[in-house]
């Protein structure tokens, strides 16, 4: 089959456009707004950009029935920090719980029952649980085409000023991915988890 995203005429019950970009790495974002109250939400459009210095980057959308930006998005606009916490399958319930649309300034940690700890080098809080945390400053915000009148797409951008690794991630020196059981999503309401790896060298 061929479709065209403009035309929706993929002719399937559901846009299969995320089932194909798949696994998607979940970044657990972390934010406070300008009064200083905790945000935490997940985002799929995650990825890593560059590695030195190290940049990630999540896309957002506005809020379909409000037309406002997302609260993690306009937290970082207000502040110019976050941080992206890994996502694992032990805390795959949290996370999910932590995307309920709460009014802003709710806090989605005592809504899906995390305890906060605080960062190093930025103010808002990493989810205690996790092993991976990366504090992040603001770097740029790109606004993307959108199709749909009355909304819009984001891509946020963050330098990473501070990384946390749970030292029972480190194995021989190198991190063990796979004591992390890291969670990523796939199309429709689809997760997997990491759990096997296999390597391969590159060409010479
Ligand atoms: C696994 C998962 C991934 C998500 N990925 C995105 C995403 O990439 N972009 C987005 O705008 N919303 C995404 N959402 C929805 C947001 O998490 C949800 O709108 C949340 O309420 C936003 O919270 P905030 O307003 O506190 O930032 C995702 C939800 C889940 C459960």
Known sequence: ????????????????????VAPRPIGWISSLDAEGRANL????????????????AFGTTMRPRESVHKDSHANIEATGEFVVNLATEALRE???????????????????????????????PRVAASPVALECRHLTTVELPC????????AVFGRVV?????????????????????????GYMD??????VFAMDRPG
Not at 41 to 56: E, R, T
Not at 191 to 196: F, G
């Open 1 to 20: 089959m061929f479709y065209q995203p403009a035309l929706r005429d993929h002719g399937l019950r559901h846009d299969p456009f995320k089932a194909l």
């Open 147 to 154: 199709d749909t009148p009355g909304r819009a797409n984001y």
């Open 162 to 186: 501070g990384i946390h690794i749970d030292d029972a991630l480190v194995v021989d020196g190198r991190v063990d991915i796979l004591l992390s059981r890291p969670l990523a999503r796939l």
């Open 94 to 124: 949290q996370m999910n719980a932590s995307s309920a649309s709460l009014p802003a300034g709710a806090d989605e940690f005592a809504h899906a029952g995390l305890e906060t700890a605080p960062s190093r080098l930025v103010k808002p």
């Open 41 to 56: 939400a997940p985002y799929s459009f995650y990825n890593a950009m560059a590695a030195d210095p190290p940049v990630v």
């Open 191 to 196: 997760y997997t988890v990491v759990d096997n």
